[in-house]
Nanobody
Framework: QVQLVESGGGLVQAGGSQRLSCAAS????????MGWFRQAPGKEREFVAF????????DYANSVKGRFTVSRDNAKNTVYLQMNSLKPEDTAVYYC?????????????????WGQGTQVTVSS
């Protein structure tokens, strides 16, 4: 089993920054790619960012490209999401997930393990 625990959410003003962390336990963390998704009220969960198991490859949703940065520290079994220039439309519950199956990392299906989510609220 894998446990993923997000932290770092909260209330921030527009234009501000926040860093989310996702701590993993229970499975060999460094062997798998990790994704970040978010879900705003009344909307479907959407892809935010992905990082490969080595950390050498990353990808982002167009809506966050240039503002968000995903990284990982395999020694600490932790993946991060640095969010800068935050906008009110970034308000959502943010989830990290471990990609175990094959398939596009843009979609939820390849991810077997999910955290409980952390709320990020950006005020205007």
């Amino acid at each position: 089993q894998v446990q993923l625990v997000e932290s770092g959410g909260g209330l921030v003003q527009a234009g501000g920054s926040q860093r989310l962390s996702c701590a993993a336990s229970g499975r060999t963390f460094s062997r798998y790619g990790m994704g970040w998704f978010r879900q705003a009220p009344g909307k479907e969960r959407e892809f935010v960012a992905f990082i490969s198991w080595t950390g050498e490859s990353t990808d982002y949703a167009n809506s966050v490209k240039g503002r968000f940065t995903v990284s990982r520290d395999n020694a600490k079994n932790t993946v991060y999401l640095q969010m800068n220039s935050l906008k009110p439309e970034d308000t959502a519950v943010y989830y990290c997930a471990q990609r175990v199956r094959s398939g596009s990392y843009y979609y939820q299906a390849p991810y077997d393990y999910w955290g409980q989510g952390t709320q990020v609220t950006v005020s205007s």
